[in-house]
Structures are given as structure tokens and as C-alpha cells.
T-cell receptor, first 115, second 113 residues
């Protein structure tokens, strides 16, 4: 039972364009969402997070949007750079329900930014 | 400062052998987490430590898996009588405590032949 789903295993975007990575979740108890980036042979690196009390959070080139009614979030990267090429994982937890310690991850989307 | 470190980076073992994986968290982080990533899968939660105690062990897949943490710092994940399905990358993370951001180590790639 995959509670966090990233339905696109890969995405290719030209340098300078916008990258949009999508994530869907099924557990309505999730109230905190994160995006991690992973390069080969390295551990995941935290990128950005959003609480369910917000619908948008921005940090430089990275913006995360949350649509609670649709149980959907997305990560926008603008402009995309070749160094952004990595696997991106969406993760969720339930802070209010006391499961903040347990992140539930999607299967990842491999982003390739081409020149 | 130093990040989360894990050792060994790679481990190849034979089916039925025991293995120990080590994690050194970021200094001052009281919370420590173990996850694993099997081929083509997302990260799967295994266990969470707060200090030396483990309030959430719900992700350990069987009683062959155990973990301990000593001195509120280093943690060891032990897998007894390894099976081929245990092959995965085992990742450790630490934080100041949930829901603070979890910082991951580079992982240990375990291959069970």
C-alpha cells in the first residue's frame, strides 16, 4: 500500500526551463511534507518542506505547492540548472498525529536537466 | 561541521551470515533514524531512536533485525541470518528531534549472495 506516490519515474527538462515534480498521497493524517534530492552514492539531501496549514512555500529557485483537497503536492524548480539533475523524493509525516518521526517516502522521480 | 557518517559503505555477505551496520549521527542530534531503500523502491522507515531508547520500532521487517544506540550517539543495526531479500541500501538519519529536519548519511549498500 503506497501511501505516497510519485507516478513519474523520470523527467527531462531543458536548462533554464521550469521543472515540475508531482507527488500524491492517500493518508489524510499526513500534515507535513518534504522534498529531498539524492545524487548517486550519496544520502538524500533536504530541499524544502511545507506544513498543511500553508499552500505554498518558496526558497530561492524551489517552490512547493500543496493542494490538500486533492492530496497533491508539487515541486517547482525555476530556472532549472544542470546541477539539479538528481532523483527527487517526496516524503510525508503526521506531526499532529504523533508520527513526525516516521517519514513515508515516494519512489522518486529522476530529473535530468539538459543543456 | 561533520554530517552523518555510516560504515561500511559497502558490505557483501553470504546468506545466513550476520551483519552489523554502523551510524554516527551529527553531534548534538538526539534523534536517530534507520531507513532502507530496496531496488526501485522509496525509502522505507525501520526504527527511530530518541536518546538511547527506541519509541518506534514499527518498521523492522522481522525479528532478525535489531538496533541499538549507546551513549545517545552511535547506533548499530544488526541483521541476523541474512536473506537475499535483505539486499538494499541502509540509510541512517539524525535530527534534533521530530519534526525537525532529518539529515541523512551516505548509506551502506548491503548485498546478500
Amino acid at each position: 500500500d503506497q501511501q505516497v506516490k510519485q507516478n513519474s519515474p523520470s523527467l527531462s527538462v531543458q536548462e533554464g526551463r521550469i521543472s515540475i515534480l508531482n507527488c500524491d498521497y492517500t493518508n489524510s493524517m499526513f500534515d507535513y511534507f518534504l522534498w529531498y534530492k539524492k545524487y548517486p552514492a550519496e544520502g538524500p539531501t533536504f530541499l524544502i518542506s511545507i506544513s498543511s496549514i500553508k499552500d505554498k512555500n518558496e526558497d530561492g529557485r524551489f517552490t512547493v505547492f500543496l493542494n490538500k483537497s486533492a492530496k497533491h503536492l508539487s515541486l517547482h524548480i525555476v530556472p532549472s540548472q544542470p546541477g539539479d539533475s538528481a532523483v527527487y523524493f517526496c516524503a510525508a509525516s503526521g506531526v499532529v498525529t504523533g508520527t513526525a518521526s516516521k517519514l513515508t517516502f515516494g519512489t522518486g522521480t529522476r530529473l535530468q536537466v539538459t543543456l | 561541521g561533520a554530517g552523518v557518517s555510516q560504515s561500511p559503505s559497502n558490505k557483501v555477505t553470504e546468506k545466513g551470515k550476520d551483519v552489523e551496520l554502523r551510524c554516527d549521527p551529527i553531534s548534538g542530534h538526539t534523534a536517530l533514524y534507520w531507513y532502507r531503500q530496496s531496488l526501485g523502491q522509496g525509502l522505507e522507515f525501520l526504527i527511530y531512536f530518541q536518546g538511547n531508547s527506541a519509541p518506534d520500532k514499527s518498521g523492522l521487517p522481522s525479528d532478525r533485525f535489531s538496533a541499538e544506540r549507546t551513549g545517545g550517539s552511535v547506533s548499530t543495526l544488526t541483521i541476523q541470518r541474512t536473506q537475499q531479500e535483505d539486499s538494499a541500501v541502509y540509510l541512517c538519519a539524525s535530527s534534533l528531534g521530530p519534526p525537525d529536519t532529518q539529515y541523512f548519511g551516505p548509506g551502506t549498500r548491503l548485498t546478500v549472495l
